[in-house]
């Protein structure tokens, strides 16, 4: 079946340092592909999104690009901020109804 | 425009009882549907709606039961909760669902324990 699959957290940073957090997918087909963050206490936030191959989604400084190829979506930002530190989740969604399936999320840390 | 709401935010309930969580949205949104968040699991979906008076299983339904009789509202109800229950759960909504660039809005979420 469809899946998910992120790096492990914690990712533990310091301010301005650049950030990667890897995301790997396995679907049939050409899912759309998604980042959501979730900050303390709070619920799920669209982050960025691409929906074929190639594109390369963006918002806040941060991208991830769609890699058919290695079936891939990994998060990069190039400067990090405290305000940053969150649980990031890859989720994708494949043909019909808005249901994903998200990753098991990767908590980021940022230290001034 | 508050969004997607869920009340309540915690809920602490022994095991075996019964308890509806509500979850409301005022974007006048067709698609609606509920995850549960577990440590190292991410998001599982459990039940989901294209419409008003039109729902169906996700990943996860047993123990949970929805219905929709309006656009805005889709209550979930644990008719007999379980200590394997206990979880945040999330209710989302968007515009038709059918659309791949939809974007799905959440609520805050709702902490339930099942002692």
């Known amino acids: 079946g469809d899946s998910v699959t992120q790096m492990e957290g914690p990712v533990t940073l310091s301010e301005e340092a650049f950030l990667t957090i890897n995301c790997t997918y396995t679907?049939?087909?050409?899912?759309?592909l998604f980042w959501y963050v979730q900050y303390p206490g709070e619920g799920l936030q669209l982050l960025l999104k691409?929906?074929?191959?190639?594109d390369k989604g963006s918002n806040k400084g941060f991208e991830a690009t769609y890699r058919k190829e290695t079936t891939s979506f990994h998060l990069e930002k190039g400067s990090v901020q405290v305000s940053d530190s969150a649980v990031y989740f890859c989720a994708l969604r494949r043909g019909g109804y808005n249901k994903l399936i998200f990753g098991a999320g990767t908590r980021l840390a940022v230290h001034p | 425009n508050a969004g997607v709401t869920q009340t309540p935010k915690f809920q602490v309930l022994k095991t075996g009882q019964s308890m509806t969580l509500q979850c409301a949205q005022d974007?006048?949104?067709?698609?609606m549907s509920w995850y549960r968040q577990d440590p190292g699991m991410g998001l599982r979906l459990i039940h989901y709606s294209v419409g008003a008076g039109i729902t169906d299983q996700g990943e996860v339904p047993n123990g949970y039961n929805v219905s929709r009789s309006t656009t805005e509202d889709f209550p979930l109800r644990l008719l007999s909760a379980a200590p394997s229950q206990t979880s945040v759960y999330f209710c989302?909504?968007?515009?038709?669902?059918?659309?791949?660039?939809?974007?799905?809005?959440f609520g805050p979420g709702t902490r339930l324990t099942v002692l």
């Open positions: 989302a909504s968007s515009y038709s669902g059918a659309d791949r660039t939809d974007t799905q809005y």
């Open positions: 691409a929906t074929k191959a190639d």
């Open positions: 974007m006048n949104h067709e698609y």
């Open positions: 679907a049939t087909g050409y899912p759309s």
